[in-house]
């Protein structure tokens, strides 16, 4: 299943599809339908549960087992010219 890992970690922390729901500002049935895989996960919604589990977005989706988060890049380095 795609999206087991977003179950297994909120599972870890005790919170249920309801609690998540709230915390993403989504409705508990829509946040069911992307843990049970019935739905695409936005890429909005993917970037907050990471930020929320302090992990990446790779791992949620299985690309990588690594579940350390990437560093943070700052998208304010500017040049002054």
Same mark, same amino acid.
């Given at each position: 299943m795609l999206y087991e890992r977003i179950r297994n970690l909120r599972e870890d922390k005790d919170l #249920?599809? #309801?609690?998540i729901a709230k915390i993403l500002n989504i409705s508990q049935r829509t946040y069911? *339908? +992307?843990e049970n895989?019935? *739905?695409?996960?936005?890429i909005e919604i993917l970037s907050l549960l990471a930020d929320f589990?302090? #992990?990446s977005?790779? +791992?949620l989706i299985n690309r990588t087992d690594i579940y350390k988060p990437y560093p943070k890049s700052n998208h304010n380095n500017t040049s002054s010219q």
């Amino acid at each position: 299943m795609l999206y087991e890992r977003i179950r297994n970690l909120r599972e870890d922390k005790d919170l #249920t599809q #309801t609690d998540i729901a709230k915390i993403l500002n989504i409705s508990q049935r829509t946040y069911s *339908r +992307y843990e049970n895989d019935e *739905r695409a996960i936005p890429i909005e919604i993917l970037s907050l549960l990471a930020d929320f589990h302090d #992990t990446s977005v790779d +791992y949620l989706i299985n690309r990588t087992d690594i579940y350390k988060p990437y560093p943070k890049s700052n998208h304010n380095n500017t040049s002054s010219q």
